[in-house]
């Protein structure tokens, strides 16, 4: 047994039981919709088809980071058993969460001297937040030690790679991803934009694609150049998807029969409701390792 936990927040956008299964500690992020709170808890208390269904229908969800007292709740109890801990937060350039997690580290430290508490910004959201954390269990559970995986963490995080498209342009209009106009013009055109996660952890818009099928070919286009060994890639792959089940199993679909040394299955996820406050329905977001991201 290792000597220490990896934790992480409800924005890897994994299941829970995955989370069970794996013994990760988890931070719940919260968010309203129509006048009412509700943590991020995986679906249970307000179900993803309600969820998107209330934004289809016009409601607009917000969102709340975790905040200081929430993190050393989350890491006190571990560190009073003895153990240390690598915690891994949702990318900087999405939320302020990093900080108060940082906080909670050297409050918990002053109390803790003993113990090891890193905190990690993964530079990462959803999915892919969630398969750096899947790589991070795989090397703590073949053995190693905490701060050789933090090295690892945070010399491999920018190798992990995030492309996504949305067929719903509102919310990244709301989000100041498009201009008013270009929403308006690219929904009657039928654009859907293909972006990615920046080596800074912001959401970047990098083409425009004229219809799913176009943009999916796009998506997959860009694992072929960047996935680690080209079309040999055997490393793992995530895709996470808001209300459009069909159209990440496209995507799967596309990806298994161009890359034919998958480490198992393409696992497909729910985008959680505090991503999906922003992205909206219609998101369907592939992650991979690959080259390192320089921009």
């Known amino acids: 047994m290792s000597g220490y936990k990896v934790t992480c927040c409800s924005t890897a956008d994994?299941?829970?039981e995955y989370f069970k299964k794996r013994d990760v500690p988890v931070a719940l992020y919260h968010f309203e919709l129509k006048g009412i709170e509700y943590p991020d808890?995986?679906?249970k208390t307000i179900s993803f088809k309600d969820f998107y269904g209330a934004i289809s229908a016009g409601a607009m969800p917000v969102t709340s980071q975790v905040n200081t007292d929430a993190f050393v709740g989350l890491f006190e109890p571990i560190l009073a058993d003895g153990l240390d801990i690598i915690h891994l937060t949702l990318s900087s350039g999405i939320t302020g969460s990093v900080n108060s997690a940082r906080l909670a580290r050297e409050e918990l430290l002053q109390r803790y001297p003993d113990r090891k508490l890193?905190?990690?910004d993964s530079l990462a959201a959803s999915s892919g937040y969630g398969l750096l954390l899947d790589g991070a269990l795989d090397l703590r559970d073949g053995g190693m030690e905490i701060d050789d995986l933090h090295i690892w963490l945070e010399n491999n995080k920018l190798n992990l790679h995030h492309w996504f498209f949305t067929s719903d342009l509102r919310h990244l209009k709301r989000g100041g991803r498009v201009s008013s106009t270009?929403?308006?013009v690219g929904s009657l055109l039928n654009i859907c934009p293909l972006l990615n996660v920046s080596n800074t952890g912001h959401l970047v818009a990098r083409s425009k694609e004229r219809g799913k099928k176009r943009v999916i070919a796009a998506m997959v286009d860009k694992m072929r150049r960047h996935?680690?060994?080209g079309i040999n890639y055997s490393g793992k792959c995530f895709i996470s998807q808001s209300a459009c089940l069909e159209d990440?199993?496209?995507v799967a679909s596309l990806i298994k029969s161009s890359f034919q040394h998958l480490d198992g299955d393409v696992m497909i996820n729910d985008?959680?409701?505090?991503?999906g406050a922003h992205t909206g329905p219609g998101t369907v977001a592939l992650f991979f390792w690959g080259d390192r991201r320089i921009d």
């Open 41 to 43: 808890d995986f679906g």
């Open 271 to 275: 985008v959680g409701a505090v991503i």
């Open 248 to 250: 990440a199993q496209a």
């Open 14 to 16: 994994m299941p829970e």
């Open 227 to 229: 996935a680690r060994d």
């Open 118 to 120: 890193f905190v990690v």
């Open 182 to 184: 270009s929403a308006v």
